[in-house]
């Protein structure tokens, strides 16, 4: 294994939510009177944090979304996790994978800790990573594409960002990961892959990527 850690977004990568998000978060800026289609939520917050939302709504229409709007937008996706939500194919085998190598790895997400938990409770992927695996850009000042959130995962799992490797299917994402100095792998199933060019390397298929790692 050429990395000491590998560092796994969450939504799009492990579980299989960004269909199910993009859909209300469009969904509910148009009922909000901020008309947005699914590709449109796609390109402009896929891999973001919330306030990447709240930012961009202000920046386009000089008015603020409501007080409640996460509170809202969450439980409206936790609703639907509930009925609709799976792990990403053959990202179990991953995890089994390198826990069976003892690679060490963790999550750093731009969505909440309580989204991340209860995705992974609904796709059974909870036993695969405990609290000290997981970080939300609620850990830190700046999400995704600023590097904050991967260099505090690294700090806090104890290994320099130049031996990690990030897994990632968002532009924002892959961003980050380069100006953190890491290596980063783009996962292509949903992503075009030339917006994920300035990866490390691209690849399609969850489950071909325990192997990509030992190359």
Same mark, same amino acid.
């Given at each position: 294994?050429?990395?000491?850690?590998?560092?796994?977004?969450?939504d +799009? #990568?492990? $579980?299989?939510?960004?269909p199910?998000?993009n859909?209300?978060?469009a969904? !509910?800026?148009? %009922?909000?009177?901020?008309?947005?289609? !699914? %590709?449109?939520?796609?390109?402009? !917050?896929m891999?973001g /944090?919330?306030?990447r939302?709240?930012?961009?709504? =202000?920046?386009?229409?000089?008015?603020?979304l &409501?007080?409640?709007?996460?509170?809202?937008f969450?439980?409206?996706?936790?609703?639907a996790?509930?009925?609709?939500l799976e792990?990403?194919? +053959?990202? #179990?085998? #991953?995890? %089994?994978?390198?826990?069976a190598?003892?690679?060490a !790895?963790? $999550? /750093?997400? *731009?969505? *909440?800790?309580?989204?991340?938990?209860? +995705?992974?409770r609904?796709? +059974? =992927?909870?036993?695969?990573?405990d609290d %000290?695996?997981?970080f939300?850009?609620q850990?830190?000042?700046?999400g995704k594409?600023?590097?904050?959130?991967f260099?505090y995962?690294?700090?806090?799992?104890g290994?320099? &960002?130049e031996?990690c $490797?990030?897994?990632?299917?968002?532009?924002?994402?892959?961003q980050a /990961?380069?100006a953190?100095?890491?290596?980063?792998?783009?996962?292509?199933?949903?992503?075009?892959a030339?917006?994920?060019s300035?990866?490390?390397?691209?690849? /399609?298929?969850?489950?071909?990527?325990?192997?990509?790692?030992?190359?």
């Amino acid at each position: 294994m050429r990395y000491d850690l590998v560092v796994f977004d969450n939504d +799009g #990568v492990l $579980v299989d939510s960004e269909p199910i998000s993009n859909r209300l978060l469009a969904g !509910y800026l148009t %009922e909000l009177g901020h008309p947005t289609s !699914y %590709e449109e939520s796609l390109r402009d !917050y896929m891999g973001g /944090a919330m306030h990447r939302v709240h930012d961009l709504v =202000l920046e386009r229409t000089g008015r603020r979304l &409501p007080d409640d709007f996460d509170d809202v937008f969450h439980e409206r996706v936790f609703a639907a996790f509930e009925r609709e939500l799976e792990a990403v194919h +053959g990202a #179990v085998d #991953v995890l %089994e994978k390198l826990d069976a190598d003892g690679v060490a !790895y963790c $999550v /750093a997400s *731009s969505g *909440s800790h309580a989204r991340i938990r209860v +995705g992974h409770r609904k796709a +059974g =992927l909870d036993r695969w990573f405990d609290d %000290e695996q997981i970080f939300s850009s609620q850990d830190v000042g700046r999400g995704k594409p600023a590097p904050d959130l991967f260099l505090y995962a690294a700090d806090r799992m104890g290994v320099a &960002p130049e031996r990690c $490797v990030v897994i990632e299917d968002s532009a924002l994402g892959v961003q980050a /990961a380069v100006a953190a100095g890491m290596d980063v792998f783009g996962f292509t199933a949903m992503t075009p892959a030339v917006k994920l060019s300035g990866a490390t390397r691209l690849f /399609a298929d969850m489950g071909e990527l325990a192997d990509l790692l030992r190359d």
